[in-house]
Nanobody, 123 residues
Framework: QVQLVESGGGLVQTGGSLRLSCSAS????????MDWFRQSPEKEREFVAA????????DYADSVKGRFTISRDISKNTVYLQMNSLKPEDTAVYYC????????????????WGQGTQVTVSS
């Protein structure tokens, strides 16, 4: 069983930045690809970013490319999502997820989920 705990959410103005963290209870390096998803009341849960098990590959949703960066610290078993140039449409609950697949982008491919952290971007 893998436990994931997100932190770092909050309220920020348009154009601001936030860094989300996801701490895993197990070793993630070479074992789990780590993803970020988000969900707002009006939308289904959507893929945001992923980093592969090896850490050598990343993938992003088109809506966040150039603004968000996913990274990890394997010594801390922690994954980060640096979010810059935030927009009101980025407002959502952000979820961290883990998968044994190489670089998944579908929520159905994820094996474990965190509880989520709220990000609110004011206009």
């Amino acid at each position: 069983q893998v436990q994931l705990v997100e932190s770092g959410g909050g309220l920020v103005q348009t154009g601001g930045s936030l860094r989300l963290s996801c701490s895993a209870s197990v070793r993630i390096s070479d074992n789990y690809a780590m993803d970020w998803f988000r969900q707002s009341p009006e939308k289904e849960r959507e893929f945001v970013a992923a980093i592969s098990r090896s850490g050598s590959m990343t993938d992003y949703a088109d809506s966040v490319k150039g603004r968000f960066t996913i990274s990890r610290d394997i010594s801390k078993n922690t994954v980060y999502l640096q979010m810059n140039s935030l927009k009101p449409e980025d407002t959502a609950v952000y979820y961290c997820a883990a998968s044994r697949l190489p670089l998944p982008i579908l929520s159905s491919s994820m094996d474990y989920w965190g509880q989520g952290t709220q990000v609110t971007v004011s206009s």
